[in-house]
């Protein structure tokens, strides 16, 4: 029984690195689908004269669509903005127990993040909202970001808080990656 339980474990781990993999290329993809919308929308404004009535809208429902699916990747690669400087000046384990807490506040905010952005989800769909402009974008399609980018973090904050190897992390990311490599 306990081989079957390392076995579901070691699934879900890699479940959840695919994910978040997956989130960040969908992140990744964002970025550079933005380039290539204002791009264009700098051509036909400078150019032909002729602006596009939709490209600062993708733009913006492309730029949240980056931000959210790729905060689990973001902090799986240990790439958020942290403050070394004071953390360092604690103890090892007092560290650890500040990272811990941490993970803790990023797992309540992925909760409140999930039901009411699937609420607002919800509601857009119920009520057929569209955006305001001659896009008419039904706006449940780039609301839907939010929740899902929202779980990708929580189970990739859920991950890191059972990793064994969470001392490492804290202490020296350097070495983290290392380990994570073996």
């Known amino acids: 029984f306990k081989i079957s339980l390392k076995v579901q ?3 879900m781990r890699k479940l959840c690195h ?7 290329i969908a ?3 964002s970025i550079f689908l933005i ?12 150019l032909l004269n002729s602006p596009t009535t939709w490209g600062l809208e993708v733009v ?3 730029l949240v669509t980056s931000t959210c699916l790729g905060l689990a990747y973001t902090l799986r690669v240990q790439a958020h903005i942290g403050v070394d400087v004071v953390r ?3 103890p090892i384990p007092v560290q650890l127990f500040l990272y811990r807490v941490s993970l803790l506040v990023i797992v309540a905010v ?8 699937w609420l607002d989800v919800r509601a857009s769909k119920l009520l057929g909202d569209v955006s305001l402009t001659p896009l008419a974008m039904p706006l449940w399609i780039p609301q839907i970001v939010i929740p899902l980018g929202a779980f990708l973090l929580l189970i990739q904050t859920v991950e890191l808080l059972y990793d064994k190897n969470i001392l490492i992390s804290v202490t ?7 380990v994570r490599k073996s």
């Open 9 to 11: 474990r070691e699934k």
């Open 18 to 24: 695919w994910l978040v993999f997956f989130g960040g």
């Open 27 to 29: 992140s990744a993809i």
């Open 35 to 46: 380039m290539l919308v204002m791009n264009f929308e700098v051509f036909c404004r400078y």
């Open 60 to 62: 913006s429902y492309l």
């Open 88 to 90: 360092k000046l604690f």
């Open 110 to 117: 992925c909760v409140v993040m999930i039901f009411w952005g």
């Open 172 to 178: 020296d990311p350097e070495l983290n990656k290392e």
